[in-house]
């Protein structure tokens, strides 16, 4: 157990997630690292996720649970979880992705002692019932903005950033590549994104229109280079290409 622990802040947006939200908020429960707030806002689920989500607050006040009035999206709903942070870390975790123990204490320890401001870590793949499938996205080293144009590896569930020497975070609004445009914003300004080798997040692979949301994935990637990072259409297409080479490696 680490000594000093500054305050943590868990971003957790959260959309329809009756099956899975329970689950991903035990794991931050389990952590080793125990100075953490949890903080949810739900984009008006139509399910039974804020049920749930309310009833796990009423027995952990770390849990900070918000209900949106109308449907905004997940960019919007980021931002609001981050606008209710207290911490000096913010890390982020999908509703439906699962927390290894060790996952908080394993960075922070990590960049207290190294000085850094964003961590990302290798992470596994578990089906819909949380089945392992025997597959690891593994690290690439150091990370600046370039070699992240190329492939956009960070897995949102794994990053921790220290506001403190990345600044304030705010996510722009794009449908599901809204990570990938808020990790560009840091590592464009020279930070480095430092990676943990070892697996520190179960991510859920789920199968409903999976084919279909690669492609909207893909389309929101190509807004995300043209659009936000204003890239030239050439070299947007050069980092394009270098992207579906290795999500397509990434999947075999």
């Given at each position: 157990m680490?000594e000093?622990?500054?305050?943590?802040?868990?971003?957790?947006?959260?959309?329809n997630m009756?099956?899975?939200?329970?689950?991903?908020i035990?794991?931050?429960?389990?952590?080793?690292?125990?100075?953490?707030?949890?903080?949810?806002?739900?984009d008006?689920?139509?399910?039974?996720?804020?049920?749930?989500?309310?009833?796990?607050?009423?027995?952990?006040e770390?849990?900070?649970?918000?209900v949106k009035p109308?449907h905004?999206?997940?960019?919007?709903t980021?931002?609001?979880?981050?606008?209710?942070?207290?911490?000096r870390?913010?890390?982020?975790?999908?509703?439906?992705?699962?927390?290894h123990?060790?996952?908080?204490?394993t960075?922070?320890?990590f960049?207290?002692?190294?000085?850094?401001?964003?961590?990302?870590?290798?992470?596994?793949?578990?089906?819909?019932?949380?089945?392992?499938?025997?597959?690891?996205?593994?690290?690439?080293?150091?990370?600046?903005?370039?070699?992240?144009?190329?492939?956009?590896?960070?897995?949102?569930?794994?990053v921790?950033?220290?506001?403190?020497?990345?600044g304030e975070?705010v996510?722009?609004?794009f449908r599901?590549?809204?990570?990938?445009?808020?990790?560009?914003d840091?590592?464009?300004q020279?930070?480095?994104a430092?990676?943990?080798?070892?697996?520190l997040?179960?991510?859920?692979?789920?199968?409903?229109?999976?084919?279909?949301?690669?492609?909207?994935a893909?389309?929101?990637?190509?807004?995300?280079?043209?659009?936000?990072?204003?890239l030239?259409?050439f070299k947007?297409i050069?980092?394009?290409?270098?992207?579906?080479f290795?999500?397509i490696?990434k999947?075999l």
């Amino acid at each position: 157990m680490m000594e000093t622990q500054p305050l943590v802040s868990v971003i957790m947006p959260c959309y329809n997630m009756e099956k899975y939200v329970a689950d991903s908020i035990a794991s931050v429960q389990r952590q080793t690292y125990s100075n953490w707030e949890l903080l949810i806002v739900d984009d008006v689920s139509t399910d039974e996720t804020v049920k749930i989500v309310t009833k796990r607050t009423e027995t952990d006040e770390r849990i900070h649970f918000v209900v949106k009035p109308q449907h905004s999206g997940i960019a919007d709903t980021r931002n609001q979880c981050i606008q209710m942070a207290q911490g000096r870390f913010l890390a982020f975790l999908d509703a439906d992705d699962i927390w290894h123990p060790e996952k908080l204490e394993t960075q922070v320890r990590f960049m207290l002692e190294n000085h850094v401001g964003f961590t990302y870590s290798t992470y596994d793949w578990i089906d819909e019932e949380g089945n392992t499938l025997n597959k690891s996205i593994n690290t690439i080293g150091r990370l600046d903005y370039e070699t992240y144009l190329r492939n956009t590896i960070i897995g949102c569930s794994t990053v921790v950033v220290d506001k403190t020497i990345v600044g304030e975070i705010v996510v722009p609004r794009f449908r599901t590549s809204e990570d990938t445009a808020t990790w560009l914003d840091i590592l464009k300004q020279g930070h480095l994104a430092y990676a943990i080798d070892k697996p520190l997040v179960s991510y859920r692979i789920r199968r409903r229109s999976a084919s279909s949301n690669k492609l909207k994935a893909a389309a929101d990637l190509w807004k995300v280079y043209r659009r936000h990072e204003k890239l030239p259409f050439f070299k947007a297409i050069f980092f394009f290409s270098c992207y579906a080479f290795n999500a397509i490696k990434k999947r075999l």
